[in-house]
């Protein structure tokens, strides 16, 4: 499926800001499953410094000055993506979970890559209550697939998903007392259950595809940011990607901006402003089949 992605992010400041530096994860990342056909970042103002990079996760960076003094800072991704993610293995297929578990614990040749997504991070620690509530997906000997279908599926039908009960930077455990949260929580809880039983799970940012209500037109600017899943299935299998907030495998509908440990390493823009006072945001999205 190709898609045209326009991200328009805006900020309106209460009075100038005198200078900004910005690190942004706003390109589509090149992938054997999405094909990068165009991609285009444009700032208004027109930075004084805009370079290009990679951060250690292999995602794509851009690194932005801005020097003179501006009320208004606006941010356009234009670009245009193939997607076809693969299918995943039968889910009968793949090793038991704490085969996948122990090939990540001893690293080496066939689990090095994946080592370091089954460690807690600070905002997806390995916490022992996210842990209890995922190993009842994970009895002895399940095979990893099944066990993640499973968690996934519980997630989805266990909590509520309620835009404003929850922040960036809401703790697990509180999403797991409250079961109610947005994507990001629930992507954050999935990866602190999988790690506390030591089973590699990564936090993907990108877009989903949305659908308007029968018989309505979709809204411009209304799809969404979005988050999921990554988790390790063992060296033989690889890495598949889960919707826990929709309860899927992830195929034709999203598309990838930047993976890392959780939303902390990856946040679309983060930076240091001087000046400025209070400030709004407003976020527009299209996703758009070409």
Known sequence: MRYRINHVTTYEYARAVDLGRHMLHLAPRALPWQLVIASALMADP?????????????????????????????????????????????????????????SARLGGPAGWQAAEFAFGSPMAPADAAAGAYAALSFPPGQTVLAGLLDFMARIRHEFAFKPGVTTISTPVSRVLAQRAGVCQDFTHLMLAGLRALGLPA??????LRTHPPAGQTKRQGADQSHAWVGAWLGPEHGWVDLDPTNNLVVQDEHLVLAWGRDYGDISPIRGIILGGGSHTLSVAVDLAPV
């Open 202 to 207: 990564r936090y993907v940012s990108g877009y």
């Open 46 to 102: 027109v930075p004084t410094m805009m370079e290009q990079g990679l951060d250690h996760f292999g995602n794509g960076v851009t690194w932005m000055a801005l020097d003179q003094p501006h009320a208004r800072f606006s941010l356009t991704l234009d670009a245009v993506v193939d997607v076809a993610f693969p299918a995943p293995p039968p889910a009968e297929a793949t090793w038991a979970w704490e085969q996948v578990a122990e």
